[in-house]
């Protein structure tokens, strides 16, 4: 079955070539994925199409009517559509956009996604939607890019739309950890060589390679990634290995590492007894 996605929005041609080329695309002529793009203005009930009004109170800016919103959305559960299993608003206000909220929409069949303008939606419209969502703590000028953002990251995880399902379970967040740092040809370049683990193709050694390096770029740029990422006892003493005190392995909730083998001593050869003299 295909991920639905709804798009409200605005400026409907502003979405238009994202879903249709790329990956998207692609998947959107396979029935993998389908994309409606939908005018807000075509629900504004009235000739000039306009679909917002000034605040109540004052203030700059304009607001975009709630009735307007409403009837859009109604007219998502007219047969033959499905109505959709999320109504999710796009908002700074929204909880955080993460992998595993991409994961979680992922297992949906159909999606729609609010795209605000101006000074945002009537704040009854939280009364029309299942979730707010935020993809950071910044603005922007509307929904449309954050919307993007969302179809892209969901889409991706959904059978088939890449092609090889391993590749997204090894990213960066699908794995707990950043991703670790890939390498192409040329071997060198301007002074910089690829790492001789990549080149000796040892799978083993080239895995525990990768694996440290990912601990390496989150230790260094994303410590706050490690308490949920299901670290292992040799990852412990990878990070042990890179500087980490066992304070602070405790401290992200690193297991033990495992205990270091003894070396056994090799045993002194057994001295010869002195020849007898006759």
Not at 16 to 41: C, N, Y
Not at 77 to 105: C, M, N, R, Y
Request: hydrophobic residues 40%; charged residues 25%; aromatic residues 6%.
């Amino acid at each position: 079955m295909s991920l639905h996605f709804s798009l409200l929005t605005l400026f409907p041609e502003l979405l238009r070539p994202f879903t249709s080329e790329a990956l998207l695309g692609k998947a959107a002529v396979k029935g993998l994925l389908a994309f409606d793009l939908i005018d807000l203005r075509e629900y504004a009930g009235n000739r000039w199409r306009k679909v917002d009004d000034a605040p109540y109170g004052g203030g700059a800016g304009m607001v975009i009517r709630v009735d307007v919103v409403e009837a859009a959305l109604q007219a998502l559960h007219q047969p033959p559509s499905t109505p959709p299993d999320e109504v999710i608003l796009l908002t700074p206000a929204g909880q955080p956009f993460t992998q595993k909220v991409a994961e979680e929409l992922s297992e949906k069949n159909h999606l729609a996604l609010l795209c605000g303008r101006y000074e945002g939606f009537d704040a009854r419209v939280e009364t029309l939607v299942t979730r707010e969502i935020s993809i950071g703590d910044f603005v922007m000028m509307g929904g449309e890019a954050a919307a993007a953002c969302i179809v892209e990251a969901v889409a991706r995880l959904r059978p088939g739309v890449i092609g090889d399902e391993e590749s997204w379970r090894a990213d960066s967040y699908s794995s707990g950890l950043l991703d670790y740092p890939e390498y192409t040809r040329p071997a060198q370049w301007q002074g910089l060589s690829v790492p001789d683990v990549l080149q000796g193709g040892h799978h083993a050694a080239i895995e525990r390679w990768r694996r440290s390096k990912a601990l390496e770029r989150t230790w260094a740029r994303r410590p706050d990634l490690l308490p949920t990422a299901g670290l292992t006892p040799h990852d412990s003493a990878s990070l042990l290995a890179l500087g980490l005190s066992p304070e602070q392995l405790s401290e992200i909730g690193a297991p033990l590492p495992p205990p270091q083998r003894r070396r056994r001593k090799k045993s002194a050869p057994p001295t010869p007894e002195p020849e007898s003299q006759g």
